[in-house]
């Protein structure tokens, strides 16, 4: 029975960290309203925010966020697409600012490195709509 318990924690070890989710309050949204997007991850302090836009090849690091004694985000000046980012913990969020048409079908995914193994939450995409 012992040796059955040891497989089991090494077949755990092997599967690594889970991936971070990423939820947004919404994925239908109204042209001019804003949208707010949080990532998570059970261990991670560093999440990176990646955004594809519409017609885009390949998603960009739009924002780096760390969480320690406080919040720091990288680069310290939000880019445009963002209103407010914060973080607590495992936990980072950041609110867009209103949307537009020209961001209808844009996605978004986060990232973490656990153990220098780059793990990548599920893609959202937005849909925006006239009002």
Do not use: Y
């Not at 070890?13 to 042209?31: F, Y």
């Not at 999440?47 to 519409?54: A, D, E, N, Q, S």
């Amino acid at each position: 029975m012992f040796e059955n318990a040891i497989w089991f924690c090494v077949v755990l070890g092997l599967s690594g960290a889970p991936n971070p989710v990423l939820v947004s309050n919404s994925t239908s949204v109204v042209a001019n309203d804003a949208l707010k997007l949080t990532c998570t991850h059970i261990s991670a302090t560093i999440v990176t925010l990646l955004r594809k836009p519409i017609g885009g090849s390949f998603f960009d690091d739009t924002l780096i966020a760390t969480s320690g004694s406080s919040c720091g985000l990288f680069p310290t000046q939000l880019p445009d697409v963002f209103a407010e980012c914060a973080c607590a913990g495992s936990t980072f969020f950041c609110i867009l600012k209103p949307l537009s048409l020209a961001n209808n079908g844009d996605k978004w995914k986060c990232s973490v490195s656990v153990g220098g193994e780059t793990k990548e939450s599920q893609e959202i995409t937005i849909a925006v709509t006239a009002k």
